[in-house]
């Protein structure tokens, strides 16, 4: 059993209770009534946490956090996020999850193997990323989703975010954090017509900064699970 005082670093600790203070207070300036968004940010910023240690609970939380952020973005008429999370994102992190559970470092179930890709791998995974971007854009554009183009690049950085987040590869925390500066964009251009989505702007701007950390801390994880093979 991982006692969380002792699993975390101060650091850690600091990082996490700072953006759940942030999103709680801009939840009670801005929004006051929509549980969902706030329950959402809470639990995707507690599963960033997690998966900044590599450890698996991370991705179970962001399973979660995957099915209501859908339902949130169904509000604005953002089909691209929707359908991005419940028919990408959601379905990865759960393909993500058993990867990592699969690939414990030296049996430690709390931290997950880092992985490499090669130069092939790459080249493979920059088509697809191009091939889903293209299709998306039709869908989206038939759907005649709000802001089709940041809807557009939310879904490339989500694909290549998610796909790299299965390989256990570090660079998924800064594709993620790609993702969170359209996401920001996006749900600015929200708030403009509803001031409650100032909350969720809010919120992407933590996920930001705990993916910043989190890519940090897998290339040291990195370094040091090669440096003691």
Known sequence: MIKLKDY????????WSSSVMAIIISFCLFDKT????LCASLIGVTSLIFNAKGNPFGQLLMVVFSLLYGIISYTFSYYGEMITYLGMTMPMAVFALI?????PYNGNRAEVKVNSIGKRENICMWIG??????????VLKYF???NIIPSTLSVTTSFLAVYLTFRRNPYFALAYASNDIVLIILWVLASLYDIRYISVVVCFVAFFVNDIYG???WKKMKNRQQGNN
């Open 144 to 146: 005649n989703t709000a």
């Open 8 to 15: 975390f670093s101060k650091g850690e600790i600091i990082l």
């Open 99 to 103: 990867s990592w559970l699969k690939n």
């Open 215 to 217: 890519f940090v801390s």
């Open 34 to 37: 929509n549980y969902m968004t």
């Open 129 to 138: 990323t191009f091939v889903i971007t293209f299709i998306f854009y039709f």
